[in-house]
C-alpha cells in the first residue's frame, strides 16, 4: 500500500517547507536560520540534518525543488518501515494516518531503543491486534515536545485521528 495524495497534501501541511536551516526545538524559532549544526538542526519538511557534514551542504539554504527531493527520500524510507511494522490489512485512510504519524515520530527500528518511534508505540501493537489498550489514549500520548505536552501537537494527532477513522483529510 502507498500513501494517498491527500496523506501527503496533509503531511506537507503540518510539516511546512521551509528552505534554510533552522532548530526543530521550539516553533518559533523556524523564523531564525541556523549558522552552525547542532542535534536539532531541520530542513525542508520537516528533514532533520543528522551531521554537521549534512548541514554544511545545507548550510545556505535549499530550493523548492530540492524540499521536495528531500521530502521525497524521507518518504521513501519510512514508507518502507511502515509497510514492514503492520501485519494487518487496513484502509487507505488507516493506513495514510500511521504513515503521518510515522513521518513525525519516527519508524522506530527493532534494532535501536535509542528513538523508539512507531516499532516500539502502542499504536502499532494496537493496529497489530496484539493490544487491546486504547487506540486514541495512546495515539495521543504522542503529544509531548522537549518534556512537555504540545498544543500544537495534540492537535496533529486529532487530524491523524480523523483521517484514521473518518477519512478526514483537514489539518486542525
Request: without cysteine; charged residues 25%; aromatic residues 12%.
Amino acid at each position: 500500500m502507498n500513501p494517498s495524495i491527500n496523506a501527503y497534501n496533509l503531511l506537507k501541511k503540518y510539516e511546512q517547507k521551509i528552505n534554510y536551516p533552522y532548530s526543530d526545538k521550539d516553533p518559533k524559532q523556524h523564523k531564525t536560520k541556523l549558522t552552525k549544526w547542532d542535534e536539532t538542526a531541520t530542513i525542508g519538511y520537516g528533514h532533520l540534518i543528522n551531521t554537521p557534514e549534512e548541514f554544511n551542504q545545507y548550510r545556505d539554504g535549499i530550493t523548492d525543488q530540492q524540499a521536495d527531493s528531500i521530502f521525497k527520500k524521507d518518504s521513501y524510507w519510512i514508507l518502507e518501515d511502515v509497510r514492514k511494522y503492520i501485519k494487518v490489512d487496513l484502509t487507505q485512510n488507516e493506513f495514510d494516518a500511521i504513515f503521518i504519524l510515522a513521518f513525525n515520530i519516527g519508524p522506530g527500528s527493532p534494532r535501536s531503543h535509542k528513538h523508539k518511534g512507531l516499532y516500539w508505540s502502542s499504536v502499532l501493537a494496537i493496529v497489530n491486534g496484539e493490544s487491546n489498550a486504547d487506540l486514541y489514549s495512546a495515539w495521543t500520548a504522542y503529544d509531548i515536545s522537549r518534556g512537555k505536552e504540545s498544543g500544537g501537537l495534540l492537535k496533529r494527532r486529532m487530524s491523524e485521528l480523523k483521517v484514521y477513522n473518518e477519512g478526514v483529510y483537514i489539518k486542525l
